[in-house]
């Protein structure tokens, strides 16, 4: 157990620091409102905005644009702007023009020109002034909810309305929310060649093209750690890496391994994943990192009972083959894309014997299935929708339903940004409440 509990320790360590490339060489800014109230991370005055870039500039830092990601040579910063809306012509503008600072503008095409949000004659003074104007896609619809046609018209709807409008050609587009998988990352290659999402990091040549990092601002660039961070590529959201280090009350250990949970996630996997599962003395931690074709997941559980696992998997389309190692020895695994609708996987103990397989699936817009059968837990399944209220925000209200160890459970469950919560019960002996942060 304490070989195990050292192993686990240097995983996470590993990464914490795997997108902190040594060729690290562009980091990247990201604001939503300027001169607006736009909560911790989103809004900003347009004095703060030129004291955070004047301030970079001084470090020795030269300013390029989202397009010009790969020709960086040296130590350079890209101020990227989100959305669309009209303070960023009328605030952000003008405060970057002054400092001869040029800045990409991700806007939701369907935005443009609706009240609060900027216009095409504005779109293209930017552009005329050095600003480069890429896509965020047509409505803002939260993408990993969608099957592969809905998240192709999307980006392609997007792309086309763009070029049509300011006459130069979108080779990039920042993912909504900042969330993306396999799927998207494939159809993004097809329609633009360059993605953003919003995990920390820095960009080198070596970085995926197709999620280079974007690191959340933070209340407390102003308060002097903003070098730091464009030295690091940090942001706050690291700190949900140290989460599952933390929790080491172990209970009576169990070799049962967790059937719904798959040992060589890819398809519908991002740059990073962190879960946390609660239930009555209960605690199941899971954390999912990929970096190009390789990801690693650790599975740690908490409280009465306890459970250790570390598996490593590696893609080759459409295959993923994972390998690793919990409570009950030796895990063998695999996965299978589904034509892009979702994915099968499943897994062997030999030393156990047990063996379990599953599926994820998103056959309609918005509705996600599970299913999961292990050899000794079971059974399991869970089915959620997106409730059809707030379109333009990716409908972040949900409703669930759940069978978990032969209990029908229901709840509810909502999106903040790239955070999500969710509460289920059977309204009788069981409750769980579930946190999930996404890269």
Same mark, same amino acid.
């Given at each position: 157990?304490?070989?195990?509990?050292?192993?686990?320790?240097?995983?996470?360590?590993? +990464?914490?620091?795997?997108?902190?490339?040594?060729?690290?060489?562009?980091?990247?800014?990201?604001?939503?409102?300027?001169?607006?109230?736009?909560?911790?991370?989103?809004?900003?005055?347009?004095?703060?905005?030129?004291?955070?870039?004047?301030?970079?500039?001084?470090?020795?830092?030269?300013?390029?644009?989202?397009?010009?990601?790969?020709?960086?040579?040296?130590?350079?910063?890209?101020?990227?702007?989100?959305?669309?809306?009209?303070?960023?012509?009328?605030?952000?503008?003008?405060?970057?023009?002054? @400092?001869?600072?040029?800045?990409?503008?991700?806007?939701?095409?369907?935005?443009?020109?609706?009240?609060?949000?900027?216009?095409?004659?504005?779109?293209?003074?930017?552009?005329?002034?050095?600003?480069?104007?890429?896509?965020?896609?047509?409505?803002?619809?939260?993408?990993?909810?969608?099957?592969?046609?809905?998240?192709?018209?999307?980006?392609?709807?997007?792309?086309?309305?763009?070029?049509?409008?300011?006459?130069?050609?979108?080779?990039?587009?920042?993912?909504?929310?900042? +969330?993306?998988?396999?799927?998207?990352?494939?159809?993004?290659?097809?329609?633009?060649?360059?993605?953003?999402?919003?995990?920390?990091?820095?960009?080198?040549?070596?970085?995926?093209?197709?999620?280079?990092?974007?690191?959340?601002?933070?209340?407390?660039?102003?308060?002097?750690?903003?070098?730091?961070?464009?030295?690091?590529?940090? #942001?706050?959201?690291?700190?949900?890496?140290?989460?599952?280090?933390? #929790?080491?009350?172990?209970?009576?250990?169990?070799?049962?391994?967790?059937?719904?949970?798959?040992?060589?996630?890819?398809?519908?996997?991002?740059?990073?994943?962190?879960?946390?599962?609660?239930?009555?003395?209960?605690?199941?931690?899971?954390?999912?990192?990929?970096?190009?074709?390789?990801?690693?997941?650790?599975?740690?559980?908490?409280?009465?009972?306890?459970?250790?696992?570390?598996?490593?998997?590696?893609?080759?389309?459409?295959?993923?083959?994972?390998?690793?190692?919990?409570?009950?020895?030796?895990?063998?695994?695999?996965?299978?894309?589904?034509?892009?609708?979702?994915?099968?996987?499943?897994?062997?103990?030999?030393?156990?014997?047990?063996?379990?397989?599953?599926?994820?699936?998103?056959?309609?817009?918005?509705?996600? @299935?599970?299913?999961?059968?292990?050899?000794?837990?079971?059974?399991?399944?869970?089915?959620?929708?997106?409730?059809?209220?707030?379109?333009?925000?990716?409908?972040?209200?949900?409703?669930?339903?759940?069978?978990?160890?032969?209990?029908?459970?229901?709840?509810?469950?909502?999106?903040?940004?790239?955070?999500?919560?969710?509460?289920?019960?059977?309204?009788?002996?069981?409750?769980?409440?579930?946190?999930?942060?996404?890269?």
């Amino acid at each position: 157990m304490i070989k195990l509990k050292k192993a686990l320790m240097a995983a996470l360590a590993t +990464l914490s620091l795997g997108s902190l490339s040594a060729q690290a060489e562009s980091f990247v800014l990201v604001y939503h409102r300027i001169g607006v109230s736009g909560g911790l991370t989103l809004g900003l005055s347009p004095e703060a905005l030129q004291k955070q870039v004047l301030e970079l500039k001084d470090q020795g830092y030269s300013f390029i644009l989202a397009s010009q990601v790969k020709s960086c040579t040296g130590r350079c910063v890209i101020v990227t702007i989100d959305d669309g809306y009209e303070d960023v012509y009328t605030q952000a503008f003008p405060a970057l023009k002054e @400092l001869g600072i040029p800045a990409t503008f991700f806007v939701i095409t369907e935005k443009v020109g609706t009240e609060g949000f900027v216009t095409w004659e504005q779109l293209k003074e930017m552009q005329a002034a050095g600003w480069e104007i890429q896509s965020h896609t047509a409505s803002h619809a939260r993408l990993i909810d969608l099957p592969p046609a809905e998240i192709r018209a999307e980006l392609q709807k997007s792309k086309d309305t763009l070029e049509a409008n300011l006459g130069t050609p979108v080779p990039c587009v920042a993912y909504p929310y900042g +969330l993306h998988d396999a799927r998207i990352r494939k159809i993004t290659a097809e329609v633009y060649g360059c993605g953003f999402g919003t995990l920390f990091g820095l960009n080198s040549n070596s970085t995926d093209e197709l999620a280079y990092y974007r690191p959340f601002s933070s209340p407390l660039d102003d308060m002097g750690i903003l070098p730091f961070r464009a030295q690091t590529g940090l #942001d706050h959201t690291a700190l949900f890496m140290l989460l599952p280090l933390a #929790d080491w009350q172990l209970g009576t250990p169990v070799n049962t391994r967790d059937s719904s949970l798959n040992p060589a996630p890819y398809t519908l996997l991002g740059d990073m994943e962190y879960h946390l599962d609660v239930g009555w003395g209960q605690r199941q931690h899971t954390l999912k990192y990929r970096s190009h074709d390789f990801s690693v997941q650790a599975d740690l559980h908490r409280g009465i009972q306890s459970y250790n696992e570390i598996t490593a998997s590696y893609h080759l389309e459409p295959i993923t083959l994972g390998v690793g190692y919990g409570n009950g020895g030796v895990v063998l695994g695999a996965s299978a894309n589904l034509l892009d609708y979702g994915e099968a996987y499943g897994y062997y103990m030999p030393s156990t014997a047990d063996y379990g397989f599953g599926a994820e699936l998103l056959p309609l817009p918005y509705l996600r @299935l599970k299913t999961s059968y292990g050899s000794k837990d079971g059974l399991m399944g869970s089915a959620e929708y997106a409730l059809p209220f707030t379109e333009g925000e990716g409908r972040p209200f949900r409703i669930n339903l759940d069978y978990d160890h032969q209990k029908w459970m229901v709840g509810g469950s909502a999106f903040l940004g790239s955070f999500k919560f969710k509460v289920s019960s059977d309204f009788r002996t069981t409750a769980k409440v579930s946190f999930s942060a996404l890269w």
